[in-house]
C-alpha cells in the first residue's frame, strides 16, 4: 500500500507539469462567429469589424522587459465559420519613420510589422506565424518547439492588404481555415494566441498582448487563449496545381570549344494537396517542377574538407516539413535531386503526430562521411526513398518520437535508419533531451572507385613514402570509408541538458556516432567520433545604459575517434553587445584549439603517429547596425591560425565578410555580400580567395518582380607553395535574370534567363560554358 501512494505522489508531481501551452492567465481572447466577410483591402469600412472583438498590445517583450508599450497598436477579431479575420490599427507618432517596402512574400522581416502567432492545439508543440508590412506584404512561418527554431519555409495562401495613415498604419488579413490544422469536431475551439507587433526604430522593439517570462525557456508555453470560432469547418481543402516548365540549355566543354550542346525541354506536371481530415494532410506529386527559381547563396569551398551544406527550397517537401523533425537532421530532402513522383502524408491525432514520405529519384545522391573528411556520392540509378515519423506528446513536458529513413536502388545499394528521440522539460528553466539511432548500410563493390578516378591501387595495410611521393596511393577517407564494406551496421546516440534561466544558461552533450554509421537521407557529415561538449554563461539587461543586453560565456568540448584517439579539443569564450542605437549589435569572441591535420599515410585511418597535431588560436569580431532607416550593414571577421589541409601545415588566416542591404526605394533593394580570404604560410601567401554575391531586386507590386542576381568566385593560388599540382587560378561567374508574377505562393509565372562563365589555368579569360531559357507556370486551384 506504501508503495502504491508513494508511485501515485511521483505519477502527479509528474503529470502535474502536463498542462496545455496557452491559458487565459497570461491572456484570454474570446471572439464572435459571424456571417458577414470583411474585404481583404486595408480600409476598415465595413460594419462588421464593429462586431468584432477588440483587444490592445499592452507590453513590450524585448528590448525592455515587459514594460508598457511607448505606442498604441488595437486589434479587432472575428471568425466566419471558414475563415479568421484580424484587423491591426497601429499608431505612430511619426509617421515618417515607418519602415515599409514592397518586396517578395517572407523578405520583410527587417520592415515595420504586425502579427499574429496560433497554436491551434494548445499543445506548446508547433505555432503557424502570420506577419505583415504597412503595405501588406506577407512573411508567415512555423516556429517548432522541438527544435528550437522558426521556418519561414512554410507557405500557405492567405490574404492580406495595408496602408499608411497619417496616425500609423492599418492591416487588414484573413486566414483560411483550411490552410490549418486543427480540430474541427470541436463545437467551439480554444486556440493559444500571442498578438505581435515589431517597431524598428533605434532599437528593433516588439510588442505583445501578454508578458513573456524570461526564466521560462518555452516560449509557446506562454501564450494566451483565443476562444470561440463556433462551427468552425476546414472544408474539403482539395488544391490541386498543374504545373508546366519549359527549359532550353546548352552548354559546351572547354577549353576544347567544340561546340555547344543543346537540349530542350518541355515538363507538365501536377501537385495536390488534400485535407482528408482537419488534421490530416495528403500531398502528393506527379512529374514534379523541383528546379530552384533563386539561384542559392554562394559559398567559397576552398581550404574545406567537408561537404557544403545547402537549405531545402522546394515547395513539396516544405510542406509541414516540421512534421519529419528530430533533433539531428537525420532527413535532408535535398538528398532527393530529381523524383519522379512523390507522396506525402502528414497528420495528428489528439497528443499523436505521424508523417510519411515516399519518393522515386531519377538518381541516388547520399553522403560519405568520415572524421575528417566527406563527401558526395552519386549512383545513376533510380532510387526508391522512404520516410516515417512518429511523435507522442504527453503535455507539454515530455515527448517521445520515432523516426525510420530508407533509401536503396538495384546495384547492391541500400541505407536503412531507426532513430529514437525523447524530450523532457524538468522545470521551466530545465530540458533533457536524448536521441539514438541505428543504421544497416550496402554499397556497391565499386564505388570506391569514384573517389579516386577510378584508379585506386589494390588495397595494402600501409603505403611507403615511395609510393606515395610517386602519387601510387590514391587512397583518401571517401575511398576507406567505401572500399571492401558489404553490408555494415552501426549506432549514433546524444544526451543533451539545457539550463535557461533569465540570467544563466548552462549546458552539457555527449555525442557518439560510429565509423560505419550512415544517414544517407540526412545531412550527417562527420562520423567515427565521440564529442563531449560543456558550457555556460552569464545574460545582463542594464537599464539606461548605451546597451540592453550583454552576453557572455564560453564552453569546452573534446572529441576522439572510435578508438579513442584525440581528434581535436577546444575551449571557446565570447561576448555580445546589444545596443539602444542604430539597432546595433557587436560580438566578439576567441578560440584556441588542438586539432589534427590531415592523415600522412591516407591508405589507413589511423590517428595516432599518422596525423600532424596543431595548435591553433583565432580571434573573431561580428557586428552589424542600421545606420539609416534603408540600410543594414553587418560585418564578420576572423584571423588567427588555420590548417593548410593540402600541404598539412599551419597557416594564419584571415577572414573578411561584409554584407550590405540597401532599400534604394520602397520597391528596389540592393543586397550584396563579399567574403575575402587569405591563408598565409612561412614561404608566402599560399591563396587569395573572393566571392561576391549581388541580389537586385525591383518590386512593381505585391505579385511582380524583376530580379537579377550574380555570384562570383575568384580563387587564387601560388603554386610553388604546394606539395601537390593545383589550379593557379579558378574563377567562374553565375547570372540570372528573373521575372516573376506571384498571385499566391502557388499560383506563379516565372521567366528567366541564366548562365555561366569559368575560367582557369587553361582558358585566358572568363568563357560562357552554359545558358539556360525557363518558363513555368502554375496555378492552384482550390477546391
Not at 205 to 213: C, E, G, L
Not at 352 to 367: E, I, M, S
Not at 551 to 559: A, N, Q, R, V
Request: charged share 20%; proline share 3%.
Amino acid at each position: 500500500m506504501h508503495l502504491q501512494a508513494l508511485l501515485i505522489l511521483v505519477l502527479s508531481l509528474v503529470f502535474s507539469q502536463f498542462a496545455t501551452a496557452g491559458t487565459a492567465h497570461n491572456f484570454g481572447l474570446k471572439i464572435p462567429t459571424l456571417t458577414s466577410t470583411a474585404t481583404i483591402d486595408g480600409k476598415f469600412d465595413e460594419s462588421v469589424w464593429q462586431q468584432a472583438a477588440l483587444t490592445h498590445l499592452r507590453y513590450e517583450t524585448r528590448p525592455a522587459e515587459n514594460q508598457p508599450v511607448p505606442v498604441k497598436t488595437e486589434i479587432r477579431m472575428y471568425a466566419t465559420e471558414t475563415s479568421l479575420f484580424v484587423a491591426f490599427k497601429a499608431f505612430d507618432p511619426n509617421v515618417s519613420n515607418i519602415r515599409a517596402n514592397l518586396s517578395d512574400r517572407d523578405n520583410a522581416w527587417s520592415d515595420d510589422l504586425v502579427g499574429i502567432k496560433l497554436d491551434t492545439f494548445n499543445q506548446s508543440k508547433l505555432a503557424y506565424q502570420f506577419f505583415i508590412n504597412p503595405l501588406g506584404i506577407q512573411n508567415d512561418s512555423i516556429e517548432n518547439e522541438l527544435t528550437g527554431q522558426e521556418s519561414d519555409a512554410w507557405d500557405g495562401i492567405w490574404y492580406s492588404a495595408g496602408q499608411i495613415t497619417h496616425d500609423g498604419y492599418q492591416v487588414e488579413i484573413e486566414l483560411p481555415l483550411r490552410i490549418l490544422s486543427f480540430d474541427d469536431s470541436l463545437s467551439q475551439q480554444h486556440w493559444g494566441i500571442e498578438l505581435i507587433r515589431f517597431y524598428p526604430r533605434e532599437e528593433r522593439q516588439r510588442f505583445s498582448t501578454h508578458k513573456i517570462d524570461r526564466d521560462n525557456t518555452c516560449q509557446l508555453c506562454q501564450l494566451g487563449v483565443l476562444s470561440g470560432l463556433r462551427g468552425a469547418k476546414q472544408g474539403q481543402g482539395v488544391q490541386i496545381t498543374p504545373a508546366l516548365v519549359v527549359t532550353h540549355n546548352r552548354q559546351r566543354e572547354l577549353p576544347q570549344n567544340q561546340g555547344w550542346n543543346n537540349e530542350t525541354n518541355i515538363e507538365p506536371g501536377a501537385d495536390i494537396r488534400w485535407s482528408l481530415t482537419p488534421s490530416t494532410l495528403l500531398n502528393a506529386t506527379i512529374n514534379p517542377d523541383f528546379s530552384q527559381v533563386e539561384a542559392d547563396a554562394g559559398q567559397l569551398d576552398v581550404n574545406s574538407t567537408f561537404a557544403l551544406f545547402f537549405p531545402e527550397k522546394r515547395s513539396f517537401f516544405l510542406d509541414n516539413k516540421d512534421y519529419f523533425d528530430t533533433q539531428i537532421n537525420l532527413l535532408h530532402t535535398r538528398n532527393i535531386v530529381a523524383p519522379d513522383y512523390g507522396v506525402k502524408l502528414t497528420g495528428k491525432v489528439g497528443d499523436h503526430t505521424f508523417a510519411g514520405l515516399v519518393a522515386q529519384d531519377t538518381t541516388t545522391n547520399f553522403l560519405i562521411p568520415g572524421n575528417l573528411s566527406s563527401d558526395i556520392a552519386k549512383i545513376d540509378e533510380t532510387s526508391q526513398n522512404l520516410a516515417t515519423r512518429y511523435r507522442a506528446d504527453f503535455g507539454r513536458s515530455l515527448s517521445l518520437g520515432a523516426l525510420f529513413t530508407a533509401k536503396s536502388s538495384q546495384n547492391q545499394y541500400h541505407n536503412y535508419l531507426a532513430s529514437f528521440d525523447g524530450k523532457y522539460q524538468l522545470t521551466d528553466q530545465d530540458t533533457f533531451k536524448v536521441q539514438a539511432a541505428f543504421s544497416d548500410t550496402e554499397y556497391p563493390e565499386d564505388l570506391y572507385q569514384d573517389f579516386c578516378n577510378g584508379d585506386c591501387k589494390p588495397p595494402t595495410e600501409t603505403c611507403s613514402l615511395l609510393q606515395l611521393s610517386a602519387g601510387e596511393c590514391l587512397y583518401n577517407e571517401r575511398v576507406l570509408r567505401t572500399k571492401d564494406k558489404g553490408a555494415f551496421r552501426d549506432h549514433l546516440y546524444r544526451i543533451k541538458y539545457n539550463h535557461n534561466s533569465r540570467n544563466y544558461y548552462a549546458f552539457t552533450q555527449f555525442e557518439s556516432i560510429g565509423e560505419d554509421f550512415r544517414a544517407d537521407l540526412g545531412f550527417i557529415e562527420r562520423v567515427d567520433f565521440k564529442k563531449f561538449v560543456a558550457g555556460g554563461g552569464y545574460i545582463a539587461y542594464p537599464d539606461h545604459a548605451w546597451v540592453s543586453k550583454i552576453k557572455t560565456g564560453g564552453d569546452w568540448d573534446i572529441s576522439h575517434n572510435q578508438a579513442g584517439e584525440l581528434l581535436e579539443q577546444e575551449v571557446e569564450a565570447f561576448i555580445e553587445f546589444t545596443g539602444t542605437q542604430m539597432q546595433s549589435f557587436l560580438a566578439m569572441g576567441a578560440v584556441n584549439r588542438e586539432r589534427v591535420g590531415r592523415r600522412i599515410d591516407p591508405s589507413s585511418l589511423a590517428i595516432d603517429s599518422n596525423t600532424t597535431r596543431f595548435d591553433e588560436t583565432q580571434f573573431w569580431i561580428y557586428g552589424e547596425l542600421s545606420p539609416l532607416q534603408t540600410l543594414n550593414l553587418e560585418l564578420d571577421v576572423s584571423y588567427g591560425d588555420d590548417i593548410d589541409f593540402s600541404n598539412n601545415q599551419l597557416g594564419t588566416k584571415f577572414v573578411v565578410n561584409p554584407e550590405i542591404d540597401w532599400k534604394i526605394t520602397p520597391s528596389i533593394s540592393l543586397n550584396f555580400t563579399h567574403v575575402y580570404r587569405h591563408l598565409d604560410v612561412d614561404e608566402g601567401r599560399l591563396f587569395t580567395a573572393n566571392l561576391s554575391d549581388l541580389r537586385l531586386n525591383w518590386q512593381f507590386d505585391k505579385h511582380q518582380f524583376l530580379r537579377i542576381s550574380s555570384v562570383y568566385t575568384h580563387i587564387d593560388r601560388n603554386t610553388a607553395l604546394y606539395s601537390k599540382p593545383t589550379f593557379t587560378n579558378k574563377q567562374h561567374l553565375g547570372n540570372e535574370l528573373l521575372y516573376g508574377y506571384k498571385l499566391n505562393p502557388q499560383s506563379v509565372f516565372y521567366l528567366g534567363y541564366s548562365d555561366g562563365l569559368k575560367r582557369d589555368d587553361r582558358i585566358n579569360t572568363l568563357t560562357r560554358n552554359e545558358q539556360t531559357l525557363f518558363m513555368k507556370v502554375s496555378y492552384a486551384w482550390i477546391i
